[in-house]
């Protein structure tokens, strides 16, 4: 079993930057999409950005484009969200997940990202 640990999430205030970390406990091998997800109360979760193993192709959500960067350190087996110019619509608990397509996907615990004055 792989454990997914999120870290870097704080209280910013808006135009400020915030680096979330994904850690897996293991090297993860094979075909995947590592993703970042974030759901804000009430809302559903939704997709923030994304990168595929093999490749390291890139997909963001519109909301987020020119500001997020989604990055990978494969030595620390680690997933990083580089967030700039923040704004009080990006507070949520992000997520990061690593989807295999049919088999169960994995998912960190969430960190707080909170945008505020």
């Known amino acids: 079993q792989v454990q997914l640990v999120e870290s870097g999430g704080g209280l910013v205030q808006p135009g400020g930057s915030l680096r979330l970390s994904c850690a897996a406990s293991?090297?993860?091998?094979?075909?995947?999409?590592m993703g970042w997800y974030r759901q804000a109360p009430g809302k559903e979760r939704e997709l923030v950005a994304s990168?595929?193993?093999?490749?390291?192709?890139?997909n963001y959500a519109e909301s987020v484009k020119g500001r997020f960067t989604i990055s990978r350190d494969n030595a620390k087996n680690t997933v990083y969200l580089q967030m700039n110019s923040l704004k009080p619509e990006d507070t949520a608990v992000y997520y990061c997940?690593?989807?295999?397509?049919?088999?169960?996907?994995?998912w960190g615990q969430g960190t707080q990202v909170t945008v505020s004055s």
């Open positions: 997940n690593y989807n295999f397509g049919r088999l169960p996907p994995y």
């Open positions: 293991r090297r993860i091998i094979g075909i995947f999409i």
């Open positions: 990168m595929t193993s093999i490749n390291s192709t890139t």
